[in-house]
Structures are given as structure tokens and as C-alpha cells.
């Protein structure tokens, strides 16, 4: 699919590549934000205004302004009414020459539209098509409607995230929409990649479900392993003795004093080094099981300083350690600033703006080199697209007329 005229055209190690995006709220949107950011045409489905069915979930740019700028950057978007089969055909149309083809619907949902992997990839065989789900495709739960929180407890977050006498506790991000997004990306990229060899795309997909279990990590090879339930520990870490938050003269302090050496270099540097050599302080199982007499041990000392002063001891001595910021100390930071990671885009109702970047670095594509667009105003592109599939001005606005974009 060529690029209109009118736009120039995207820089990126995935320029040559287009997206047809009939995905919505936040995992779809994310995993394909990767793909935009990193120059492929992006291409929104939307549901044209006045149409049945239009979507007022959370994301939308009416209910969070900033969460849509930050996650629709990079984009082109189109209406369409794809229960229409004027609609349908013209998603037929793009499916041809497009690359990858995601969607988020509950799984029965793309059957009933006629836009399912098989109904697609017989137009193209080449095409990649995406599906994201709450559970899974098929299965008991398969019908389910997926939202983050849920999937953060049913896949397990929940039991092993806060302190143990508060009970489950969600995280303080949309964890299962953010991964099932990344790793759904993965997925894509690696299709992509194996098409080079067989020429032929296929379906990929993930679920909220299975993303979040996979995150789970060493705290699920405790149970498939050991079979060993993981309680949760707050913020300290449940295999190792002393880490977490301590209280400091201004503030709070991130530790991590892992293992035999750390736990010396830790007690030399708050002047306790007789604790090294504590009864029940003798190595991580010990410290573990006296959790409490540790931290109250070492926790009094914290108090004598400031965060910025124990940071910089307790790094000069060897002892991984961190400050603990709020959002805007985050963007304030000296590090954060020198990584580039929130970039200025310039929006032409609220000016110059910052949205956070991805956390990828190029050697020959620089995250600076050439704007960001800002999120698209619903159906933006709609005209320049069906011109570019042969579509007359006269024909578009009977379309539209009928609802169709």
C-alpha cells in the first residue's frame, strides 16, 4: 500500500510494513503503538459517528485525554462500518496489500463480521493477523470479557502483590493489558520475520489470561517446581533478606542487599557490622526466617540520613540502592532526562506535549530523527484512504451518508 502524497513518508526499521488496527481500549493499542512508533503506517479502524455501536470505553479520547495522545500517536484513522457490506469490501480492499491485521474482539465477534484469520488470509495469504483475548480463543472462560484487573487475579498477581495483612492487592498499572500488548508485538514481529522464509503469514495470538501468568516468573516455577504457594511479602523480596523500602530522614530508599557480601558491605556501610555476625543473620534462608528482627535492626539507622545520602554511600560501597519517586520526580531525574524516553510532540490544539517514547534504542534510526504525529481526530484519514483504493469524492460522501465510514 502506498503512502498519500500528502504525508511523508514514516522513518524506522518497520517503515515498510502496514497495520490494519480493528483493536481498541488499551492491549491492542499498545502492542501496535510499537509498530507506529517505529515508522510502519498504522492504520484505526474506527466506528464511523452516528453508527450503532460506537465505542465509549475507557481510552477513548473524550474520557482521558492524555492516556489517548500518549497511546494513539503515529496513526492514521479510518471509519468504517464493517457489519455494511460496502464496508466490508473495503476492508477486503486494504487486507490485500497490508501486512498484519489485529483485533481484540471477544472471539466470536470477528466470526460474525465475516473478518475472521481464514476470511482474511484468503485474500491475502501473507497477511498476519493478531488476535488478543481475555482467556483465550477457545476454552470455558473463551466468552468471557477481558479486563485487566480481572486477569491481574486470576492469573495469580494479585495473591503475591501487597502486604500479607491487607489481602489482594492490584497493581498500580494495567500490567495484564501492558504485556498481553507486548508480547503480542513479539509475536507479530517474529510472524513477520518467518514469513521472509515461508511466504506465508498465519495467526498469532495471546490472551490478558496467559500474558499474566507468564509474568508471573519465579514466583510461578515456586509452585510448578516446588510446589510451594507464593505468599505476598509487600515490598520486599520473598527468597531474600533485607530488600524492599526503608524509611530515611526526608523520604523512602529502595534495597537491594542480596546475598552473604551485600549483606557485609550493607552492615559495614550503616556502621551495624557486628549484625553480620548476628545469631539468625547468618544467611538469606536465616535472615528470611527473621524478616522483622533484620529490618528493625538495620531500619534505625536509615532514619539518620537523607535518601540522596544513603544512596550515594550505599552505591560508592558496593550496595544496590535507589530513591523512591512520585511521577513527576520520575521526569525530573537526571537519568530519566539524559535516556530521552518522554518526547515533545507537537499537537496543533494543546501545543507542545510530552508522551513517553519507547524504551528502544537504534543505532541508525534515532528516536529524535523526525516528529511524532499526534493521535488522529476520528476518521482524519478517511478521504486520502478510500482515494487511495480508487474511491470518487461523490462516492465517498454517499458513503458516509449511509454510515458506512
Known amino acids: 500500500m502506498t503512502t498519500p502524497e500528502t504525508t511523508p513518508p514514516r522513518k524506522g526499521p518497520l517503515s515498510r510494513f502496514t497495520i490494519l488496527d480493528a483493536t481498541r481500549v488499551r492491549a491492542g493499542p499498545t502492542a501496535i503503538r510499537t509498530f507506529a512508533d517505529l515508522g510502519a503506517r498504522v492504520i484505526k479502524l474506527e466506528i464511523p459517528p452516528g453508527a450503532p455501536g460506537g465505542d465509549d470505553m475507557i481510552g477513548g479520547r473524550d474520557h482521558n485525554r492524555a492516556d489517548y495522545e500518549n497511546l494513539h500517536r503515529n496513526k492514521e484513522s479510518l471509519t468504517l462500518n464493517m457489519k455494511e457490506p460496502e464496508g466490508l469490501a473495503i476492508l477486503h480492499a486494504l487486507v490485500k496489500t497490508a501486512d498484519v491485521f489485529i483485533e481484540n474482539y471477544r472471539p466470536d465477534v470477528k466470526y460474525r463480521l465475516g473478518i475472521g484469520p481464514d476470511a482474511l488470509r484468503a485474500i491475502n ?51 495484564a493489558d501492558l504485556c498481553s500488548g507486548h508480547f503480542c508485538a513479539q509475536a507479530i514481529m517474529a510472524a513477520l520475520l518467518e514469513r521472509d522464509m515461508s511466504g506465508e503469514g498465519q495467526w498469532v495470538q495471546t490472551s490478558l489470561l496467559e500474558s499474566q501468568i507468564a509474568m508471573l516468573d519465579f514466583q510461578a516455577a515456586q509452585w510448578l517446581i516446588d510446589r510451594k504457594v507464593p505468599k505476598s511479602t509487600g515490598n520486599e523480596h520473598p527468597l531474600t533478606v533485607p530488600t524492599g523500602v526503608f524509611e530515611t530522614r526526608d523520604g523512602y530508599l529502595n534495597l537491594a542487599a542480596i546475598g552473604q557480601t551485600m549483606w557485609k558491605r550493607l552492615c559495614e556501610a550503616l556502621d551495624v557490622a557486628h549484625l553480620v555476625h548476628e545469631p539468625g543473620f547468618g544467611s538469606d534462608p536465616e535472615r528470611v526466617q527473621n524478616r522483622a528482627r533484620v529490618n528493625a535492626a538495620i531500619g534505625a539507622a536509615f532514619k539518620t540520613r537523607t535518601t540522596a545520602k ?23 531525574d537526571p537519568q530519566v532526562k539524559h535516556l530521552g524516553i518522554a518526547r515533545t510532540m507537537h499537537h496543533p490544539e494543546l501545543g507542545d506535549i510530552e508522551v513517553v517514547g519507547l524504551p528502544m534504542h537504534f543505532s541508525r534510526y534515532p528516536r529524535d530523527d523526525g516528529p511524532l504525529k499526534p493521535a488522529p481526530h476520528q476518521g482524519d484519514q478517511t478521504n486520502a484512504i478510500l482515494s487511495e483504493l480508487g474511491y470518487e469524492t461523490a462516492q465517498i460522501e454517499q458513503l458516509r451518508a449511509r454510515f458506512v465510514v
Open 125 to 175: 495469504p501473507r497477511l498476519v493477523y493478531a488476535s488478543i483475548s481475555g482467556f483465550g480463543q477457545d476454552g470455558p472462560y473463551a466468552k468471557w470479557p477481558g479486563f485487566d484487573s480481572i486477569a491481574q487475579g486470576m492469573g495469580g498477581l494479585m495473591s503475591i502483590t501487597g502486604k500479607p495483612e491487607d489481602g489482594p492487592m492490584r497493581v498500580g498499572i494495567p500490567i
Open 310 to 332: 544513603w544512596t550515594e554511600q550505599l552505591l560508592k560501597a558496593g550496595v544496590p540502592c535507589g530513591p523512591i519517586h512520585t511521577v513527576d520526580h520520575v521526569f525530573a
